[in-house]
């Protein structure tokens, strides 16, 4: 956007930027550098730069938090339970004729 002005002295020109930055852009801009921003691995949606197992999309909302943390409790039960199933050896089963 260009705003003028005028006056006895004449006339100025400038040109006016507006960002609007949403909530989750608000907060990466607080927590992270520019550099860390530019680093998906640190600054992404989905990375975990804390090591806590908590997106930086979920960090945000606190609320959510907590669902997100149940869910991902529960798979990593159930991948632990699914490589324990791998992890036992085949059974061996008779074959009558």
Request: with cysteine.
């Amino acid at each position: 956007m260009t705003i003028s002005a005028t006056n006895a002295g004449g006339t100025r020109n400038a040109t006016l930027g507006l960002g609007i930055a949403t909530p989750y852009a608000a907060w990466q801009s607080r927590v992270f550098t520019a550099n860390e921003l530019a680093n998906p691995a640190i600054g992404g949606d989905l990375a975990t730069p804390m090591d806590d197992g908590m997106p930086n999309l979920i960090t945000l909302h606190p609320g959510a938090s907590s669902h997100y943390l149940y869910a991902l409790s529960e798979w990593q039960k159930f991948l632990e339970r699914s490589s324990a199933r791998k992890a036992q050896p085949p059974r061996k089963t008779a074959c009558l004729k």
